[in-house]
């Protein structure tokens, strides 16, 4: 933040200003090598910065409570809908002070601020480093993970004894210092049982190993978790598109759009992200408060529902997001078309879409940190938040193709494509409702690879456990 703020303030490092003449006949001066230079090294530096907390900021809160009591997990499940309301709330300010800030009084000021703000988290972080529990690495993951593809396939010749004369034959030593959760042998990806077959001469009297020819029944367990989730998780890049489409659209519509709120004041086109969060930030109290407690009375689950069923419902939402924002821009373009010259119609027209996105926020991505956090194990947890932060990269990538394909598919033959810069000419409803399409495909398949899906730790056997059958039952 701080070379992004001096890339503001100092004159040499950004392109002169450009007015709204200039900006019509394009003839606005770029930036120069160097000065590209200074926003990418300020743009990495901040990716880095983000990659380090987001994944570890979960994590590392969850390790402040003790999950081998009622309380204590009454409290994890709490906290993951506090931490989003609570990040709700700071983007809230961000959507509206800081860019309030920027747009109208200084671009400086704006990035000053943001800046002041995370020297200050940096000393409140510090200030309660005694308080803190700790909870000590023990090594890289990523490791374990290939060590157990390794053993597996050193020993793929040897046969898997029969079910229930599995003692004595796995390796199955007693847990390290930093994991709770044993993980029981399951027979799904079988195969990979196999790393933990004891042969001759493979266990030293001392209990050392060669890890990567023998490993223990949790580290194949914990592999297993990792493939297990790669298809729920795969949902979840798709499911993102209609917010990678919301940062980019809303405003191209805002801008066309009446955004006036009285007689002097203009809303900002990049706040209306805002409806979204102060729909979350309204939302997530009244479902931790009212609606789980009254869930948990009839299902039994801590947290009202399972987290499978909560990522559904947020698929659903993100769905009739997509068709709401096809209906209304069908509207909006009309009314421009039959109406030129005349008063365009409110901005707020766009707030049932964004209130949609905002419940599918509420249920989705939380559903998805929950849902991961609880099927690792605890020293796994930081891979799991990562998960769900390049589910949202992810999603950006696939945004972006979906739109070159657009541009090189749609129009022709004298007409403009779907996404063309003016969008009046355009048919951005078109691509809502293609997004839309491609979240119900995505929904049935999330559909398909929960009900299938098995919760760890609910039996010792995996055919055993009871699938998320109560997904089932939903449709598009």
Known sequence: MLTITLMAWIPHLHPPECNPEQQLHGHCIGPNSAQLGVLITGLGLLSVGTAGIRPCSIPFGIDQFDPTTEEGVKGITSFFNWYYATFTVVVLLALTLVVYIQDSVSWVLGFGILTLLMGCS??????????????????SIFSSIVQVFVASYKKRQLKLPAEGQEIGVFFDPPLKENVLSKLPLTYQFRFLNKAAIITENELQ?????????LCSIQDVEEVKCLIRIIPIWASGIISYTSIAQQETFTVSQALKMDRHLGPK????????????????????????????????????REGGITPLQRIGIGI??????????????EKRRTSVILHPGGAPISVFWLAPRLI???????FNIIGQIEFFNKQF??????????????????????????????HHVSGGHGRPDWLTRDINAGRLDYFYYLLAGMGTFNFLYFLYVAHRYRYIGNAQMEEKSEPDV???????
């Not at 409806?275 to 408060?289: A, V």
């Not at 990562?386 to 739109?403: D, E, I, K, P």
């Not at 109560?470 to 598009?476: A, I, V």
């Open 316 to 329: 659903f939402f993100s769905i009739l997001a997509m068709i709401v924002a096809g209906v209304m821009e």
């Open 470 to 476: 109560g997904l089932s039952s939903m449709k598009p």
């Open 356 to 362: 949609l996105m905002g419940f599918f926020e509420a």
């Open 265 to 300: 004041f203009q809303i900002p086109a990049g706040s209306l992200g805002t409806i979204s969060m102060i729909t979350i930030g309204i939302f997530l109290p009244i479902y931790e408060r009212i609606i789980v407690p009254a869930l948990r009375k009839f299902t039994k």
């Open 205 to 213: 009297p001392d209990g050392s190993r060669n890890k990567w020819r």
């Open 377 to 406: 194990p605890e020293h796994m947890r930081s891979i799991a938040n990562a998960l769900v932060f390049c589910s949202v990269g992810g999603a950006s990538y696939l945004s972006s193709m979906v739109v070159n394909i657009v």
């Open 122 to 139: 940096i000393v409140l972080f510090l200030v309660g480093t005694r308080i803190y529990v700790y909870v000590k690495p023990q090594g």
